[in-house]
Structure formats: structure tokens, C-alpha cells
């Protein structure tokens, strides 16, 4: 079942991506949030390389909206692209 959870999450991630800039917000913070979560499980139920290969991707497709964050959280106020 986690398998399934986990290539849905990866679907609806291209769906949001294709999406107006305007439109990804709400769906790619909720995405955003379930990530880590889902990696925490992949990482139990599989192995702690699955967890890694899985961070690696979340990293790597979520690359700008953590560096937003990480820069709100060092107090800079980043531009947000329209």
C-alpha cells in the first residue's frame, strides 16, 4: 500500500508542477508537507538507502520552495516569483 501511496505522491507532483506558478501553491506545500513523512515510512519499511535515494529526490524537486523557507528562516525576505 505504501508503494501506491508513494508513486501517487510522485504523480501528483508532476501535476503540480505543470500548473501556473499562481496555482502550485496550496497543492505544493501539502505535497511539500507529506514528503517527509513518506520518507520516514519508505525508510522503515524498506531500508535506510530507499530513505536516501528518496530525500536525494525530494531535495532535488523541491529545490526552490526549501530554499524560500530556509532563507525566511534566516529573517532574508526572498522575491516570490508570479
Known amino acids: 500500500m505504501l508503494l501506491w501511496i508513494c508513486i501517487a505522491w510522485v504523480l501528483a507532483s ?9 496555482l502550485q501553491y496550496v497543492p505544493g506545500i501539502a505535497l511539500l508537507l507529506m514528503a ?16 536516501g535515494f528518496a530525500l536525494f529526490a525530494f531535495v532535488s524537486m523541491f529545490r526552490n520552495p526549501l530554499r524560500y523557507f530556509l532563507a525566511r528562516a534566516r529573517g532574508e525576505r526572498p522575491e516570490i516569483p508570479r
Open 36 to 51: 517527509p513523512v513518506l520518507i520516514v515510512l519508505a525508510g522503515l519499511a524498506w531500508n535506510w538507502w530507499v530513505a
Open 14 to 22: 508532476a501535476a503540480v508542477a505543470m500548473l501556473p506558478m499562481r
